[in-house]
């Protein structure tokens, strides 16, 4: 699976929440081209709820960052707020 993509797509799940909270999600590297194996619903899953908590616990008006890295051998996704 196309890694960024799939982040992309999780981030996208969560817009009604930021838009409510009036918080943008600022995501770094996503075009970057990461493949790999597993499952695709679980790990979309896991970056929406890390994102949602984020959310939650952010003040309105911040932003959110989900930043994708990798090198040889291993992938890297970071939710920050």
Do not use: C, W
């Not at 075009?31 to 896991?46: I, M, N």
């Not at 984020?54 to 890297?76: E, K, V």
Request: no cysteine.
């Amino acid at each position: 699976m196309d890694l960024g993509a799939l982040l992309t797509q999780a981030a996208e799940s969560i817009g009604p929440l930021l838009e409510k909270r009036g918080q943008a999600l600022v995501g770094e590297n996503l075009d970057r081209l990461v493949y790999l194996r597993g499952d695709a619903g679980r790990l979309s899953q896991a970056v929406a709820f890390l994102s949602e908590n984020a959310s939650r616990f952010s003040p309105t008006g911040s932003a959110i960052h989900l930043n994708l890295s990798g090198g040889a051998g291993f992938a890297s996704v970071s939710v920050r707020d």
